[in-house]
């Protein structure tokens, strides 16, 4: 547990001194301070740049274990240029990830150019041999096989990647839900039945830096942007598949924000709109509509998100499965709360 503790702390200490470097920074030159948008929950200008010191945190300290010790991120027997192939292909998607929102972040790109770049990182990924291999069963030559990988992983990074960016509404909401997912999987990954170390160490070091960033953006004094959102929500999904088993871990501690992500998609398409434009029909902004305080919206999510995962990591399949209709339930059950107290009010969704 050692490397854990000092993977995660020295994550924790890098991310807290450029966090608070880059707000300086931010305020100073008035760059990443971007224009208050009819969707957002806040009411004055804060940096965007959480995301930069927390990808920045990461990959050095990432950078640094490569270095000196680099049998604790040992993840396949194949290596690339000598670094193993699964983390190179996490370090190159996510500098290609990274270097797209950085730019968003500073001055808005269209959805687009971000989704193309998503599906860039998520092919870097997968032709590093990070795949699903179950999926091999069902395919009646490798070729097919890699075809189904490589579309599932596309697939499912985008989809995770959104699906936290989209949670991003409300401070300490993103950050925090992402903790404990990266929790649940390390937990997982250290049980006995599972002993992966090289998960656990980055799942750790990704919390640490997302610690500090919480720090202050529970202050108001920060937000994460597209660069920190997306960057948490491309190691979650990677985590979840680099080493099997933790895709249906992963998706249970997020069903509830997986489940809005759904209903807002659905519901743009009958719109006839892009399931890729912002807009403020989120569960988050049904809650604060109702009259919920943020803080209770953001400890709603934590319980759910941190009971799901206790779930996860006390059942097999089966029990999965069953949390999955319960977080279906209650996702049903706020959505029709909702259009049932809009319809009282005389308003219209």
Same mark, same amino acid.
């Given at each position: 547990?050692?490397?854990?503790? +000092? $993977?995660?702390?020295?994550?924790?200490?890098?991310?807290?001194?450029?966090?608070?470097?880059?707000?300086?920074?931010?305020?100073?030159?008035?760059?990443?301070? !971007?224009?208050? #948008?009819?969707?957002?929950?806040?009411?004055?200008?804060? !940096?965007?740049?959480?995301? %930069?010191?927390?990808?920045?945190?990461?990959?050095?300290?990432?950078?640094?274990?490569?270095?000196? &010790?680099?049998?604790?991120?040992?993840?396949?027997?194949?290596?690339?240029? /000598?670094?193993?192939?699964?983390?190179?292909?996490?370090?190159?998607?996510?500098?290609?990830?990274?270097?797209?929102?950085?730019?968003?972040?500073?001055?808005?790109?269209? &959805?687009?150019?971000?989704? =193309?770049?998503?599906? %860039?990182?998520?092919?870097?990924? $997968?032709?590093?041999?990070? @795949?699903?291999? &179950?999926?091999?069963?069902?395919?009646?030559?490798?070729?097919? $096989?890699?075809?189904?990988?490589?579309?599932?992983?596309?697939?499912?990074?985008?989809?995770?990647?959104?699906?936290?960016?989209?949670?991003?509404?409300?401070?300490?909401?993103?950050?925090?839900?992402?903790?404990?997912?990266?929790?649940?999987?390390?937990?997982?990954?250290?049980?006995? #039945?599972?002993?992966?170390?090289?998960?656990?160490?980055? =799942? =750790?070091?990704?919390?640490?830096?997302?610690?500090?960033?919480?720090?202050?953006?529970?202050? *108001?004094?920060?937000?994460? /942007?597209?660069?920190?959102?997306?960057?948490? /929500?491309?190691?979650?999904?990677?985590?979840?598949?680099?080493?099997?088993?933790?895709?249906?871990?992963?998706?249970? %501690?997020?069903?509830? !924000?997986?489940?809005?992500?759904?209903?807002?998609?659905?519901?743009?398409?009958?719109?006839?709109?892009?399931?890729?434009? !912002?807009?403020?029909?989120?569960?988050?902004?049904?809650?604060?509509?109702?009259?919920?305080?943020? &803080?209770?919206?953001? /400890?709603?999510?934590?319980?759910?998100?941190?009971?799901?995962?206790?779930?996860? +990591?006390?059942?097999?399949?089966?029990? @999965?499965?069953?949390?999955?209709?319960?977080?279906? +339930?209650?996702?049903?059950?706020?959505? %029709? *709360?909702?259009?049932?107290?809009?319809?009282?009010?005389?308003? @219209?969704?």
């Amino acid at each position: 547990m050692t490397p854990l503790y +000092l $993977a995660a702390g020295a994550g924790f200490i890098l991310s807290l001194i450029l966090t608070s470097f880059l707000i300086k920074f931010s305020w100073r030159t008035g760059k990443f301070l !971007p224009e208050i #948008r009819p969707r957002d929950v806040h009411k004055t200008r804060v !940096p965007r740049v959480g995301g %930069v010191a927390m990808v920045a945190a990461f990959l050095v300290v990432t950078l640094v274990i490569l270095l000196f &010790w680099p049998d604790l991120l040992h993840f396949s027997s194949k290596k690339i240029l /000598g670094i193993d192939r699964n983390l190179l292909g996490l370090i190159l998607g996510l500098v290609v990830l990274s270097a797209v929102n950085l730019v968003d972040d500073l001055r808005s790109l269209s &959805w687009r150019k971000k989704l =193309a770049t998503q599906i %860039v990182a998520a092919v870097i990924v $997968a032709l590093c041999g990070i @795949k699903i291999l &179950w999926l091999g069963q069902y395919a009646a030559t490798p070729l097919l $096989a890699s075809v189904y990988s490589l579309t599932f992983v596309a697939v499912w990074l985008v989809f995770v990647g959104n699906v936290v960016n989209w949670l991003d509404s409300i401070n300490g909401l993103a950050g925090g839900v992402s903790v404990i997912t990266l929790g649940i999987v390390m937990f997982l990954s250290l049980s006995l #039945r599972s002993s992966q170390q090289p998960v656990a160490l980055v =799942a =750790a070091v990704t919390i640490g830096v997302t610690l500090a960033f919480l720090i202050f953006n529970l202050r *108001g004094k920060v937000f994460m /942007g597209d660069t920190g959102s997306f960057f948490l /929500g491309f190691v979650i999904g990677v985590l979840a598949i680099i080493s099997g088993g933790k895709v249906a871990t992963a998706g249970l %501690v997020l069903a509830i !924000p997986f489940l809005d992500a759904m209903v807002v998609v659905i519901t743009r398409l009958i719109n006839r709109q892009s399931p890729f434009l !912002p807009d403020n029909k989120h569960l988050t902004h049904r809650l604060i509509n109702l009259g919920w305080p943020r &803080w209770m919206i953001v /400890g709603f999510y934590y319980m759910l998100s941190l009971s799901f995962g206790l779930v996860a +990591l006390n059942t097999q399949m089966s029990g @999965k499965l069953q949390a999955t209709l319960v977080a279906a +339930l209650i996702m049903a059950t706020l959505v %029709v *709360g909702y259009n049932v107290a809009l319809r009282r009010r005389g308003c @219209k969704y």
